[in-house]
């Protein structure tokens, strides 16, 4: 891993995540903590730099979420964005009130192009503003280097002591030149290299994984989907033969990804991987039988799964090893770090208390999805294979709303293979980050050849991404739409309404439950 870090402390802001992709696509390897990490801990990490996200609260108020007024004093560089630059204002002797107008959105800021800073930015440069409160007055031995109209001080330096700060939000896109200043002062500021690049990241972890695992028994829990072929193919050329690859069909993948994940994986595949393939849908099928609730289905799903992967471990005998593809989002997602807990992805949050295993490896748990892509693509893995639309652990557990049957999953296998078909006929796959069908657990009245039907609606659902942390439904043309529905409640026995969902997330998330 590489040593030169910067850190991103949260502050509860929408935009925490992004800060630290921004920071990555400069070369410079970041990572999230909550505000409240102390400051040994800060310290014991070494970060080059530091950046105080945004976040909703006032600065000034006693609950609102600060930090140590010392982490100023680490003679580590400190970059407030927003809530971020009130908080540092705030702590150190400056006024931050109630704006008496309030910015939001695109506005031109007119910067000092001195300021290390914004070195190389235009004088009026177009940036991103969210907020209600302001910066009256810096702290005493600060310097104003950005106002607009209504704002006093949009951004402020105190260069002597490596503290800089900004009203906006250099991390989104609308500011024209953020990627620069945030460059600037990873850069500039606080002296990085930029030594956090893909090849590197592949190469050091693999020589990790060999140096911690010796010669013990590695298993690793393979999907077919993205991320665990990636942490497969990344274990097996760390650990060749000592890497046994098992890929559980839980009965919850879709129409014939059983046979498509050992075409590519198992004996006949390009892969040297020892590959055992455990066919356990009815022994899910059960454990799911009368579940309704979301997050117990996921966790029946998650725990099952680990029991299974503990008695083929079993079978080989002294495996000392699991390994997860888990990212870094299922981390954030699952409530691990400080955002509230959304979902239990099962490969993380999910997990049983206990584990019968020594340990267990996540090589890709830093990485985004667009990373872990990229660390395929330098492994060699075949680009139709890394750049597969994201499938969950739980499977269609989660895209089946209610109980789980052997017939619902059927019924969303049948629908989604239709789907999936008439999209790539379209021509459309490349252009949606995720697309899938979902049963939903509405039953309503039709009428099919002059009879009365009483059968369930299908869910379409299709979003473009780029993080999986906030998506946009995509506008399918209407006639794709059209003979999907057509061909689903004509080819799909039980079904006899198709509907599409507009949700963007938030506030949905992608998958249904
Ligand atoms: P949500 O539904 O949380 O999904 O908006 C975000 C992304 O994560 C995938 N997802 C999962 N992946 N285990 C996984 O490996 C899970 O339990 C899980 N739940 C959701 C989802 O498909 C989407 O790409």
Same mark, same amino acid.
């Given at each position: 891993?590489?040593?030169?870090?910067?850190?991103?402390?949260?502050?509860?802001?929408?935009?925490?995540?992004?800060? $630290?992709?921004?920071?990555?696509?400069?070369?410079?390897?970041?990572?999230?903590?909550?505000? /409240?990490?102390?400051?040994?801990?800060?310290?014991?990490?070494?970060? *080059?730099? &530091?950046?105080?996200?945004?976040?909703?609260?006032?600065?000034?108020?006693?609950?609102?979420?600060?930090?140590?007024?010392?982490?100023?004093?680490?003679?580590?560089?400190?970059?407030?964005?927003? /809530?971020?630059?009130?908080?540092?204002?705030?702590?150190?002797?400056?006024?931050?009130?109630?704006?008496?107008?309030?910015?939001?959105? @695109? #506005?031109?800021?007119?910067?000092?192009? #001195?300021?290390?800073?914004?070195?190389?930015?235009?004088? %009026? !440069?177009?940036?991103?503003?969210?907020? !209600?409160?302001?910066?009256?007055?810096?702290?005493?031995?600060?310097? &104003?280097?950005?106002?607009?109209?209504? =704002?006093?001080?949009?951004?402020? +330096? =105190?260069?002597?002591?490596?503290?800089?700060?900004?009203?906006?939000?250099?991390?989104?896109?609308?500011?024209?030149?953020?990627? @620069?200043?945030?460059?600037?002062?990873? /850069?500039?500021?606080?002296?990085?290299?930029?030594?956090? @690049?893909?090849?590197?990241?592949?190469?050091?972890?693999?020589?990790?994984?060999?140096?911690?695992?010796?010669?013990? *028994?590695?298993?690793?829990?393979?999907?077919?989907?993205?991320?665990?072929?990636?942490?497969?193919?990344?274990?097996?050329?760390?650990?060749?033969?000592?890497?046994?690859?098992?890929?559980?069909?839980?009965?919850?993948?879709?129409?014939?990804?059983?046979?498509?994940?050992?075409?590519?994986?198992?004996?006949?595949?390009?892969?040297?991987?020892?590959?055992?393939?455990? %066919? $356990?849908?009815?022994?899910?099928?059960?454990?799911?039988?009368?579940?309704?609730?979301?997050?117990?289905?996921?966790?029946?799903?998650?725990?099952?799964?680990?029991?299974?992967?503990?008695?083929?471990? *079993?079978?080989?005998?002294?495996?000392?090893?699991?390994?997860?593809? #888990?990212?870094?989002?299922?981390?954030?997602?699952?409530?691990?770090?400080?955002?509230?807990?959304?979902?239990?992805?099962?490969?993380?949050?999910?997990?049983?208390?206990?584990?019968?295993?020594?340990?267990?490896?996540?090589?890709?748990?830093?990485?985004? @999805?667009? +990373?872990?892509?990229?660390?395929?693509?330098?492994?060699?893995?075949?680009?139709?294979?890394?750049?597969?639309?994201?499938?969950?652990?739980?499977?269609?557990?989660?895209?089946?709303?209610?109980?789980?049957?052997?017939?619902?999953?059927?019924?969303?296998?049948?629908?989604?293979?239709?789907?999936?078909? +008439?999209?790539? *006929?379209?021509?459309?796959?490349?252009?949606?980050?995720?697309?899938?069908?979902?049963?939903t657990?509405m039953r309503s009245v039709g009428?099919?050849?002059?009879?009365?039907t009483?059968d369930y609606a299908v869910?379409?659902?299709?979003?473009?991404?780029?993080?999986?942390?906030?998506? +946009?439904?995509?506008? &399918?043309?209407?006639?794709?739409?059209?003979?999907?529905m057509?061909?689903v409640v004509?080819?799909?026995?039980?079904v006899n309404r198709v509907v599409?969902?507009?949700?963007?997330?938030?506030?949905?998330?992608?998958?249904?439950?």
């Open positions: 891993m590489s040593q030169e870090k910067v850190i991103v402390l949260d502050f509860g802001g929408q935009y925490n995540q992004l800060i $630290a992709r921004r920071v990555r696509e400069c070369n410079v390897y970041c990572e999230v903590h909550p505000h /409240y990490i102390s400051l040994d801990e800060i310290k014991k990490m070494s970060p *080059k730099g &530091i950046i105080f996200t945004g976040g909703p609260n006032s600065a000034y108020l006693e609950d609102s979420p600060s930090c140590s007024r010392q982490i100023f004093e680490l003679g580590i560089p400190v970059l407030g964005i927003c /809530y971020g630059s009130q908080l540092m204002a705030h702590l150190l002797g400056g006024a931050v009130k109630t704006a008496p107008t309030s910015e939001y959105g @695109k #506005t031109e800021v007119n910067i000092d192009a #001195t300021s290390m800073l914004f070195d190389g930015v235009q004088a %009026n !440069t177009i940036c991103w503003m969210s907020h !209600t409160d302001y910066i009256e007055t810096p702290p005493d031995d600060f310097r &104003i280097i950005g106002h607009t109209t209504v =704002c006093p001080v949009a951004a402020m +330096e =105190c260069p002597e002591r490596g503290l800089y700060a900004t009203q906006f939000h250099p991390e989104v896109m609308h500011t024209v030149e953020g990627q @620069k200043m945030l460059s600037n002062f990873v /850069y500039k500021i606080c002296g990085c290299n930029g030594d956090w @690049k893909m090849d590197s990241f592949v190469e050091k972890t693999i020589a990790q994984i060999r140096q911690k695992v010796g010669d013990g *028994k590695v298993l690793c829990a393979l999907s077919g989907g993205v991320d665990s072929s990636v942490a497969a193919v990344m274990l097996a050329r760390a650990v060749g033969k000592q890497l046994t690859c098992v890929f559980v069909d839980h009965g919850l993948l879709r129409k014939n990804e059983g046979s498509e994940v050992e075409e590519v994986f198992g004996p006949n595949g390009p892969y040297d991987l020892n590959f055992i393939h455990v %066919n $356990a849908q009815d022994r899910f099928y059960n454990k799911l039988k009368g579940i309704e609730e979301p997050e117990q289905k996921r966790k029946i799903i998650g725990e099952e799964f680990i029991r299974v992967f503990e008695e083929e471990a *079993k079978k080989i005998g002294a495996v000392d090893y699991l390994v997860q593809g #888990t990212i870094y989002p299922d981390v954030i997602e699952s409530g691990l770090g400080k955002s509230a807990t959304i979902k239990s992805h099962h490969n993380v949050g999910g997990l049983p208390d206990y584990v019968d295993f020594k340990e267990i490896i996540e090589p890709l748990r830093l990485l985004f @999805k667009d +990373e872990v892509r990229q660390a395929g693509r330098e492994l060699g893995i075949p680009e139709h294979l890394v750049s597969r639309q994201p499938f969950p652990g739980p499977g269609l557990g989660i895209r089946i709303i209610g109980e789980v049957t052997a017939e619902k999953v059927k019924i969303v296998q049948d629908a989604d293979a239709i789907y999936r078909e +008439e999209i790539a *006929k379209a021509g459309l796959s490349g252009t949606i980050s995720q697309y899938f069908a979902a049963l657990n009428v099919m050849g002059d009879l009365r009483y869910a379409l659902r299709a979003v473009t991404t780029t993080d999986f942390m906030t998506a +946009e439904c995509v506008e &399918i043309p209407f006639e794709v739409l059209q003979r999907v057509n061909r004509n080819e799909v026995k039980g599409y969902d507009l949700t963007s997330k938030p506030p949905g998330t992608i998958e249904f439950e």
